[in-house]
């Protein structure tokens, strides 16, 4: 009898505090990511960007496609970016293009980790056969650089945004795939999961409301891991011309219009500026997710 | 625990086995592999809509012509037939017939194989001893101005796309400065000097995609192997700093370096696309890029069956290195 008060009574306060204990942890986690530095100029950088890729529309200047007969005029007062071989306002194209990048990536990088976390969740939860075979086509896809299997794909999808969205998105797949597995590995022998399991709990529900949610972390970490690349892909993909395509003001597409005009070498304007854009939006992104590992490692 | 900083040969007769049977398993991994690669790699390069001859001829050309030459590439024959008749090809070194210039692929891809290495090995030659100096200097100064100068400088080049950093050298070393040819081929019959010196500007932009990960991945091993007890030891066996760094430290940082070192060769190859179309550098990567353009498909999936080669080799050699260099890494013991 007194047994089974004691574990009764062992059970009930402990039911109660896992919410309380829950919402401690997440903030203290908050807590953390407040004071780091990292974190912070992440964030601002990033910040910066986002609030251009809403804003640039009511903000900017200049209409960003309006070509003037004032071309390739070095930055002014009227232009302060100056302008390029269009007589396009560079500083307004530069604040505008904010938004196909950042349109762009973090799509792709929704699409990989998503369907990167359920084949995870399911490779890693079920193992056997389906994990060795996924496995071998990760390795195979791993094989090549990003960039190479992208060309291969957009060469045979054709080029547009929504193409260049959905190749990335499955290229980051298995790599996501990957991580997401083996921290279901390691998730797989807790108590808590055998516990469901032997309240006949069924995969699906044990996957997704038991595991999912106690590997949240490392998934939010891989992600931002994952936006900085989409971001580099993107930007790459863009230059070679498999992406957003003229006369948008990207700033891939911008650098890629006007390089070829350096060899007079009086031109840089047309190119610094983007690169710089495209340069602090990547450092933001990895600030981010340098200090969010930080926080998550902990 | 004694003597894991040893770097004597294991003994062979008992190690040897161990090693050539780790060796072979990795490189029945690679076969498969690149079996499913170069499924994929054809999959993708022809089950494509539309049709291969009209997207090389263009919308002008007649019927009869479109189906003449899509019979003369052999492109109308069963995809499977296609397939092995491509694959048997290549591992004899027959990579086909280019559909846009009717050459031999082979005899395209191979001179410009040989540009791709040129800049790779420029690229690496300044970017291995470079990352390893800048590692291991911040890892014995971890928490350092330094350390956090190099790492953060390393992390943010790594992070930043290849031709955004090109640009920038561009401008500043090519045109402002003037120190460097800012065209990547040298002029026809130049001596091996001056075509390094215009390999020089786009392997810096290579070299700061690469230097900040071989540089955290040897200042990682750098701070576990300065905190390991065959360091102390070292130590209070009374050897001085320069002894127990070149000696220990440093050795045993080596090895995780150059699996790492490795796995660029893919990253590289990545780079070398986007710079080699910046620079109009005849490179693989740029065959590859204008491969893609033009539709030429054998082209395309050659090349890029070919990157897929040259990667899975560099890691298997990346894994003879490091069980020959290092006794303690053995297959069963890693498992």
Redesign the interface.
């Given at each position: 009898m007194s047994a089974m008060t004691d574990d009764a009574a062992g059970i009930e306060p402990a039911a109660g505090f896992i919410p309380k204990e829950a919402s401690i942890a997440r903030r203290e986690m908050l807590r953390q990511l407040a004071r780091s530095k990292t974190f912070l100029i992440g964030c601002v950088l990033v910040g910066f960007w986002v609030f251009w890729a809403i804003a640039s529309t009511w903000l900017i200047p200049h209409d960003p496609l309006e070509q003037t007969d004032a071309i390739l005029q070095s930055p002014s007062f009227a232009h302060w970016f100056g302008t390029d071989q269009f007589g396009r306002d560079i500083f307004s194209r530069v604040l505008a293009g904010a938004a196909s990048t950042l349109r762009v990536a973090p799509l792709a990088t929704l699409l990989g980790v998503t369907a990167g976390t359920m084949v995870g969740l399911v490779t890693g939860y079920f193992g056997g056969i389906v994990d060795e075979t996924i496995s071998?086509?990760v390795?195979?896809?791993l094989?090549?650089?990003?960039?190479?299997i992208a060309?291969?794909?957009?060469?045979?999808l054709?080029s547009s945004d929504v193409t260049l969205i959905v190749v990335i998105g499955l290229i980051f797949t298995p790599p996501v795939a990957r991580t997401v597995r083996a921290t279901v590995l390691g998730e797989r022998q807790l108590d808590y999961v055998q516990a469901a399991q032997l309240r006949g709990e069924r995969a699906p529900y044990i996957m997704l409301s038991e595991i999912l949610p106690n590997i949240s972390g490392p998934i939010v970490v891989e992600a931002t891991v994952r936006l900085?690349y989409a971001i580099?892909a993107v930007?790459?993909l863009t230059?070679?011309?498999f992406g957003v395509q003229p006369p948008s003001p990207d700033w891939?597409l911008q650098?890629a219009e006007n390089?070829t005009l350096?060899?007079a070498?009086t031109y840089?304007w047309t190119?610094?500026f983007a690169?710089l854009a495209?340069?602090t939006l990547?450092?933001g992104?990895?600030l981010v997710s340098?200090g969010l590992q930080q926080v998550v490692d902990q | 625990m004694s003597g894991r900083w040893s770097t004597q040969r294991p003994d062979a007769p008992q190690t040897g086995a161990q090693i050539y049977r780790f060796l072979l398993k990795r490189l029945g991994y690679a076969l498969i592999t690149l079996f499913i690669l170069s499924v994929l790699v054809f999959a993708s390069a022809s089950l494509l809509p539309g049709d291969i001859g009209r997207n090389i001829l263009g919308g002008l050309a007649s019927e009869r012509d479109v189906a003449i030459f899509n019979h003369n590439a052999g492109v109308d024959r069963p995809i499977v037939v296609q397939y092995l008749d491509w694959i048997s090809g290549f591992v004899r070194g027959d990579l086909g017939t280019s559909l846009q210039y009717n050459v031999p692929v082979s005899s395209l891809l191979g001179p410009a194989f040989i540009n791709s290495l040129k800049l790779a090995a420029v690229a690496f030659v300044l970017v291995v001893p470079l990352s390893i100096l800048g590692g291991l200097v911040a890892g014995l100064r971890r928490g350092s101005l330094t350390d956090r100068a190099i790492t953060i400088t390393g992390i943010s080049f790594t992070a930043i796309p290849e031709f955004v950093t090109a640009i920038v050298l561009i401008l500043v070393l090519g045109l402002w400065l003037g120190w460097l040819p800012v065209s990547a081929t040298a002029p026809e019959g130049s001596n091996v000097a001056t075509q390094i010196e215009y390999l020089l500007l786009p392997s810096f932009a290579l070299v700061l995609i690469l230097f900040g990960y071989i540089a955290r991945i040897t200042r990682a091993s750098v701070i576990e192997s300065v905190d390991a007890d065959y360091t102390r030891t070292a130590y209070l066996k009374g050897l001085t700093s320069r002894q127990v760094v070149g000696g220990h430290v440093l050795r045993n940082s080596l090895l995780p370096t150059i699996a790492v070192v490795a796995t660029q060769v893919g990253y590289l190859i990545g780079g070398l696309l986007v710079i080699e179309k910046l620079f109009n550098y005849n490179g693989i990567g740029l065959r590859i890029y204008t491969a893609a353009q033009n539709k030429d498909y054998t082209m395309l999936q050659s090349g890029v069956l070919l990157v897929g080669v040259v990667y899975l080799v560099a890691t298997l050699v990346a894994d003879v290195l490091y069980s020959v260099l290092n006794p303690r890494i053995r297959y069963g013991s890693a498992e």
């Open positions: 071998r086509i390795d195979a896809v094989a090549l650089p990003l960039i190479v060309v291969v794909a957009l060469t045979a054709g900085g580099f930007a790459g230059f070679l011309g891939s650098i390089y350096l060899s070498g840089w190119v610094l690169g495209i340069a990547v450092i992104v990895n340098d | -």
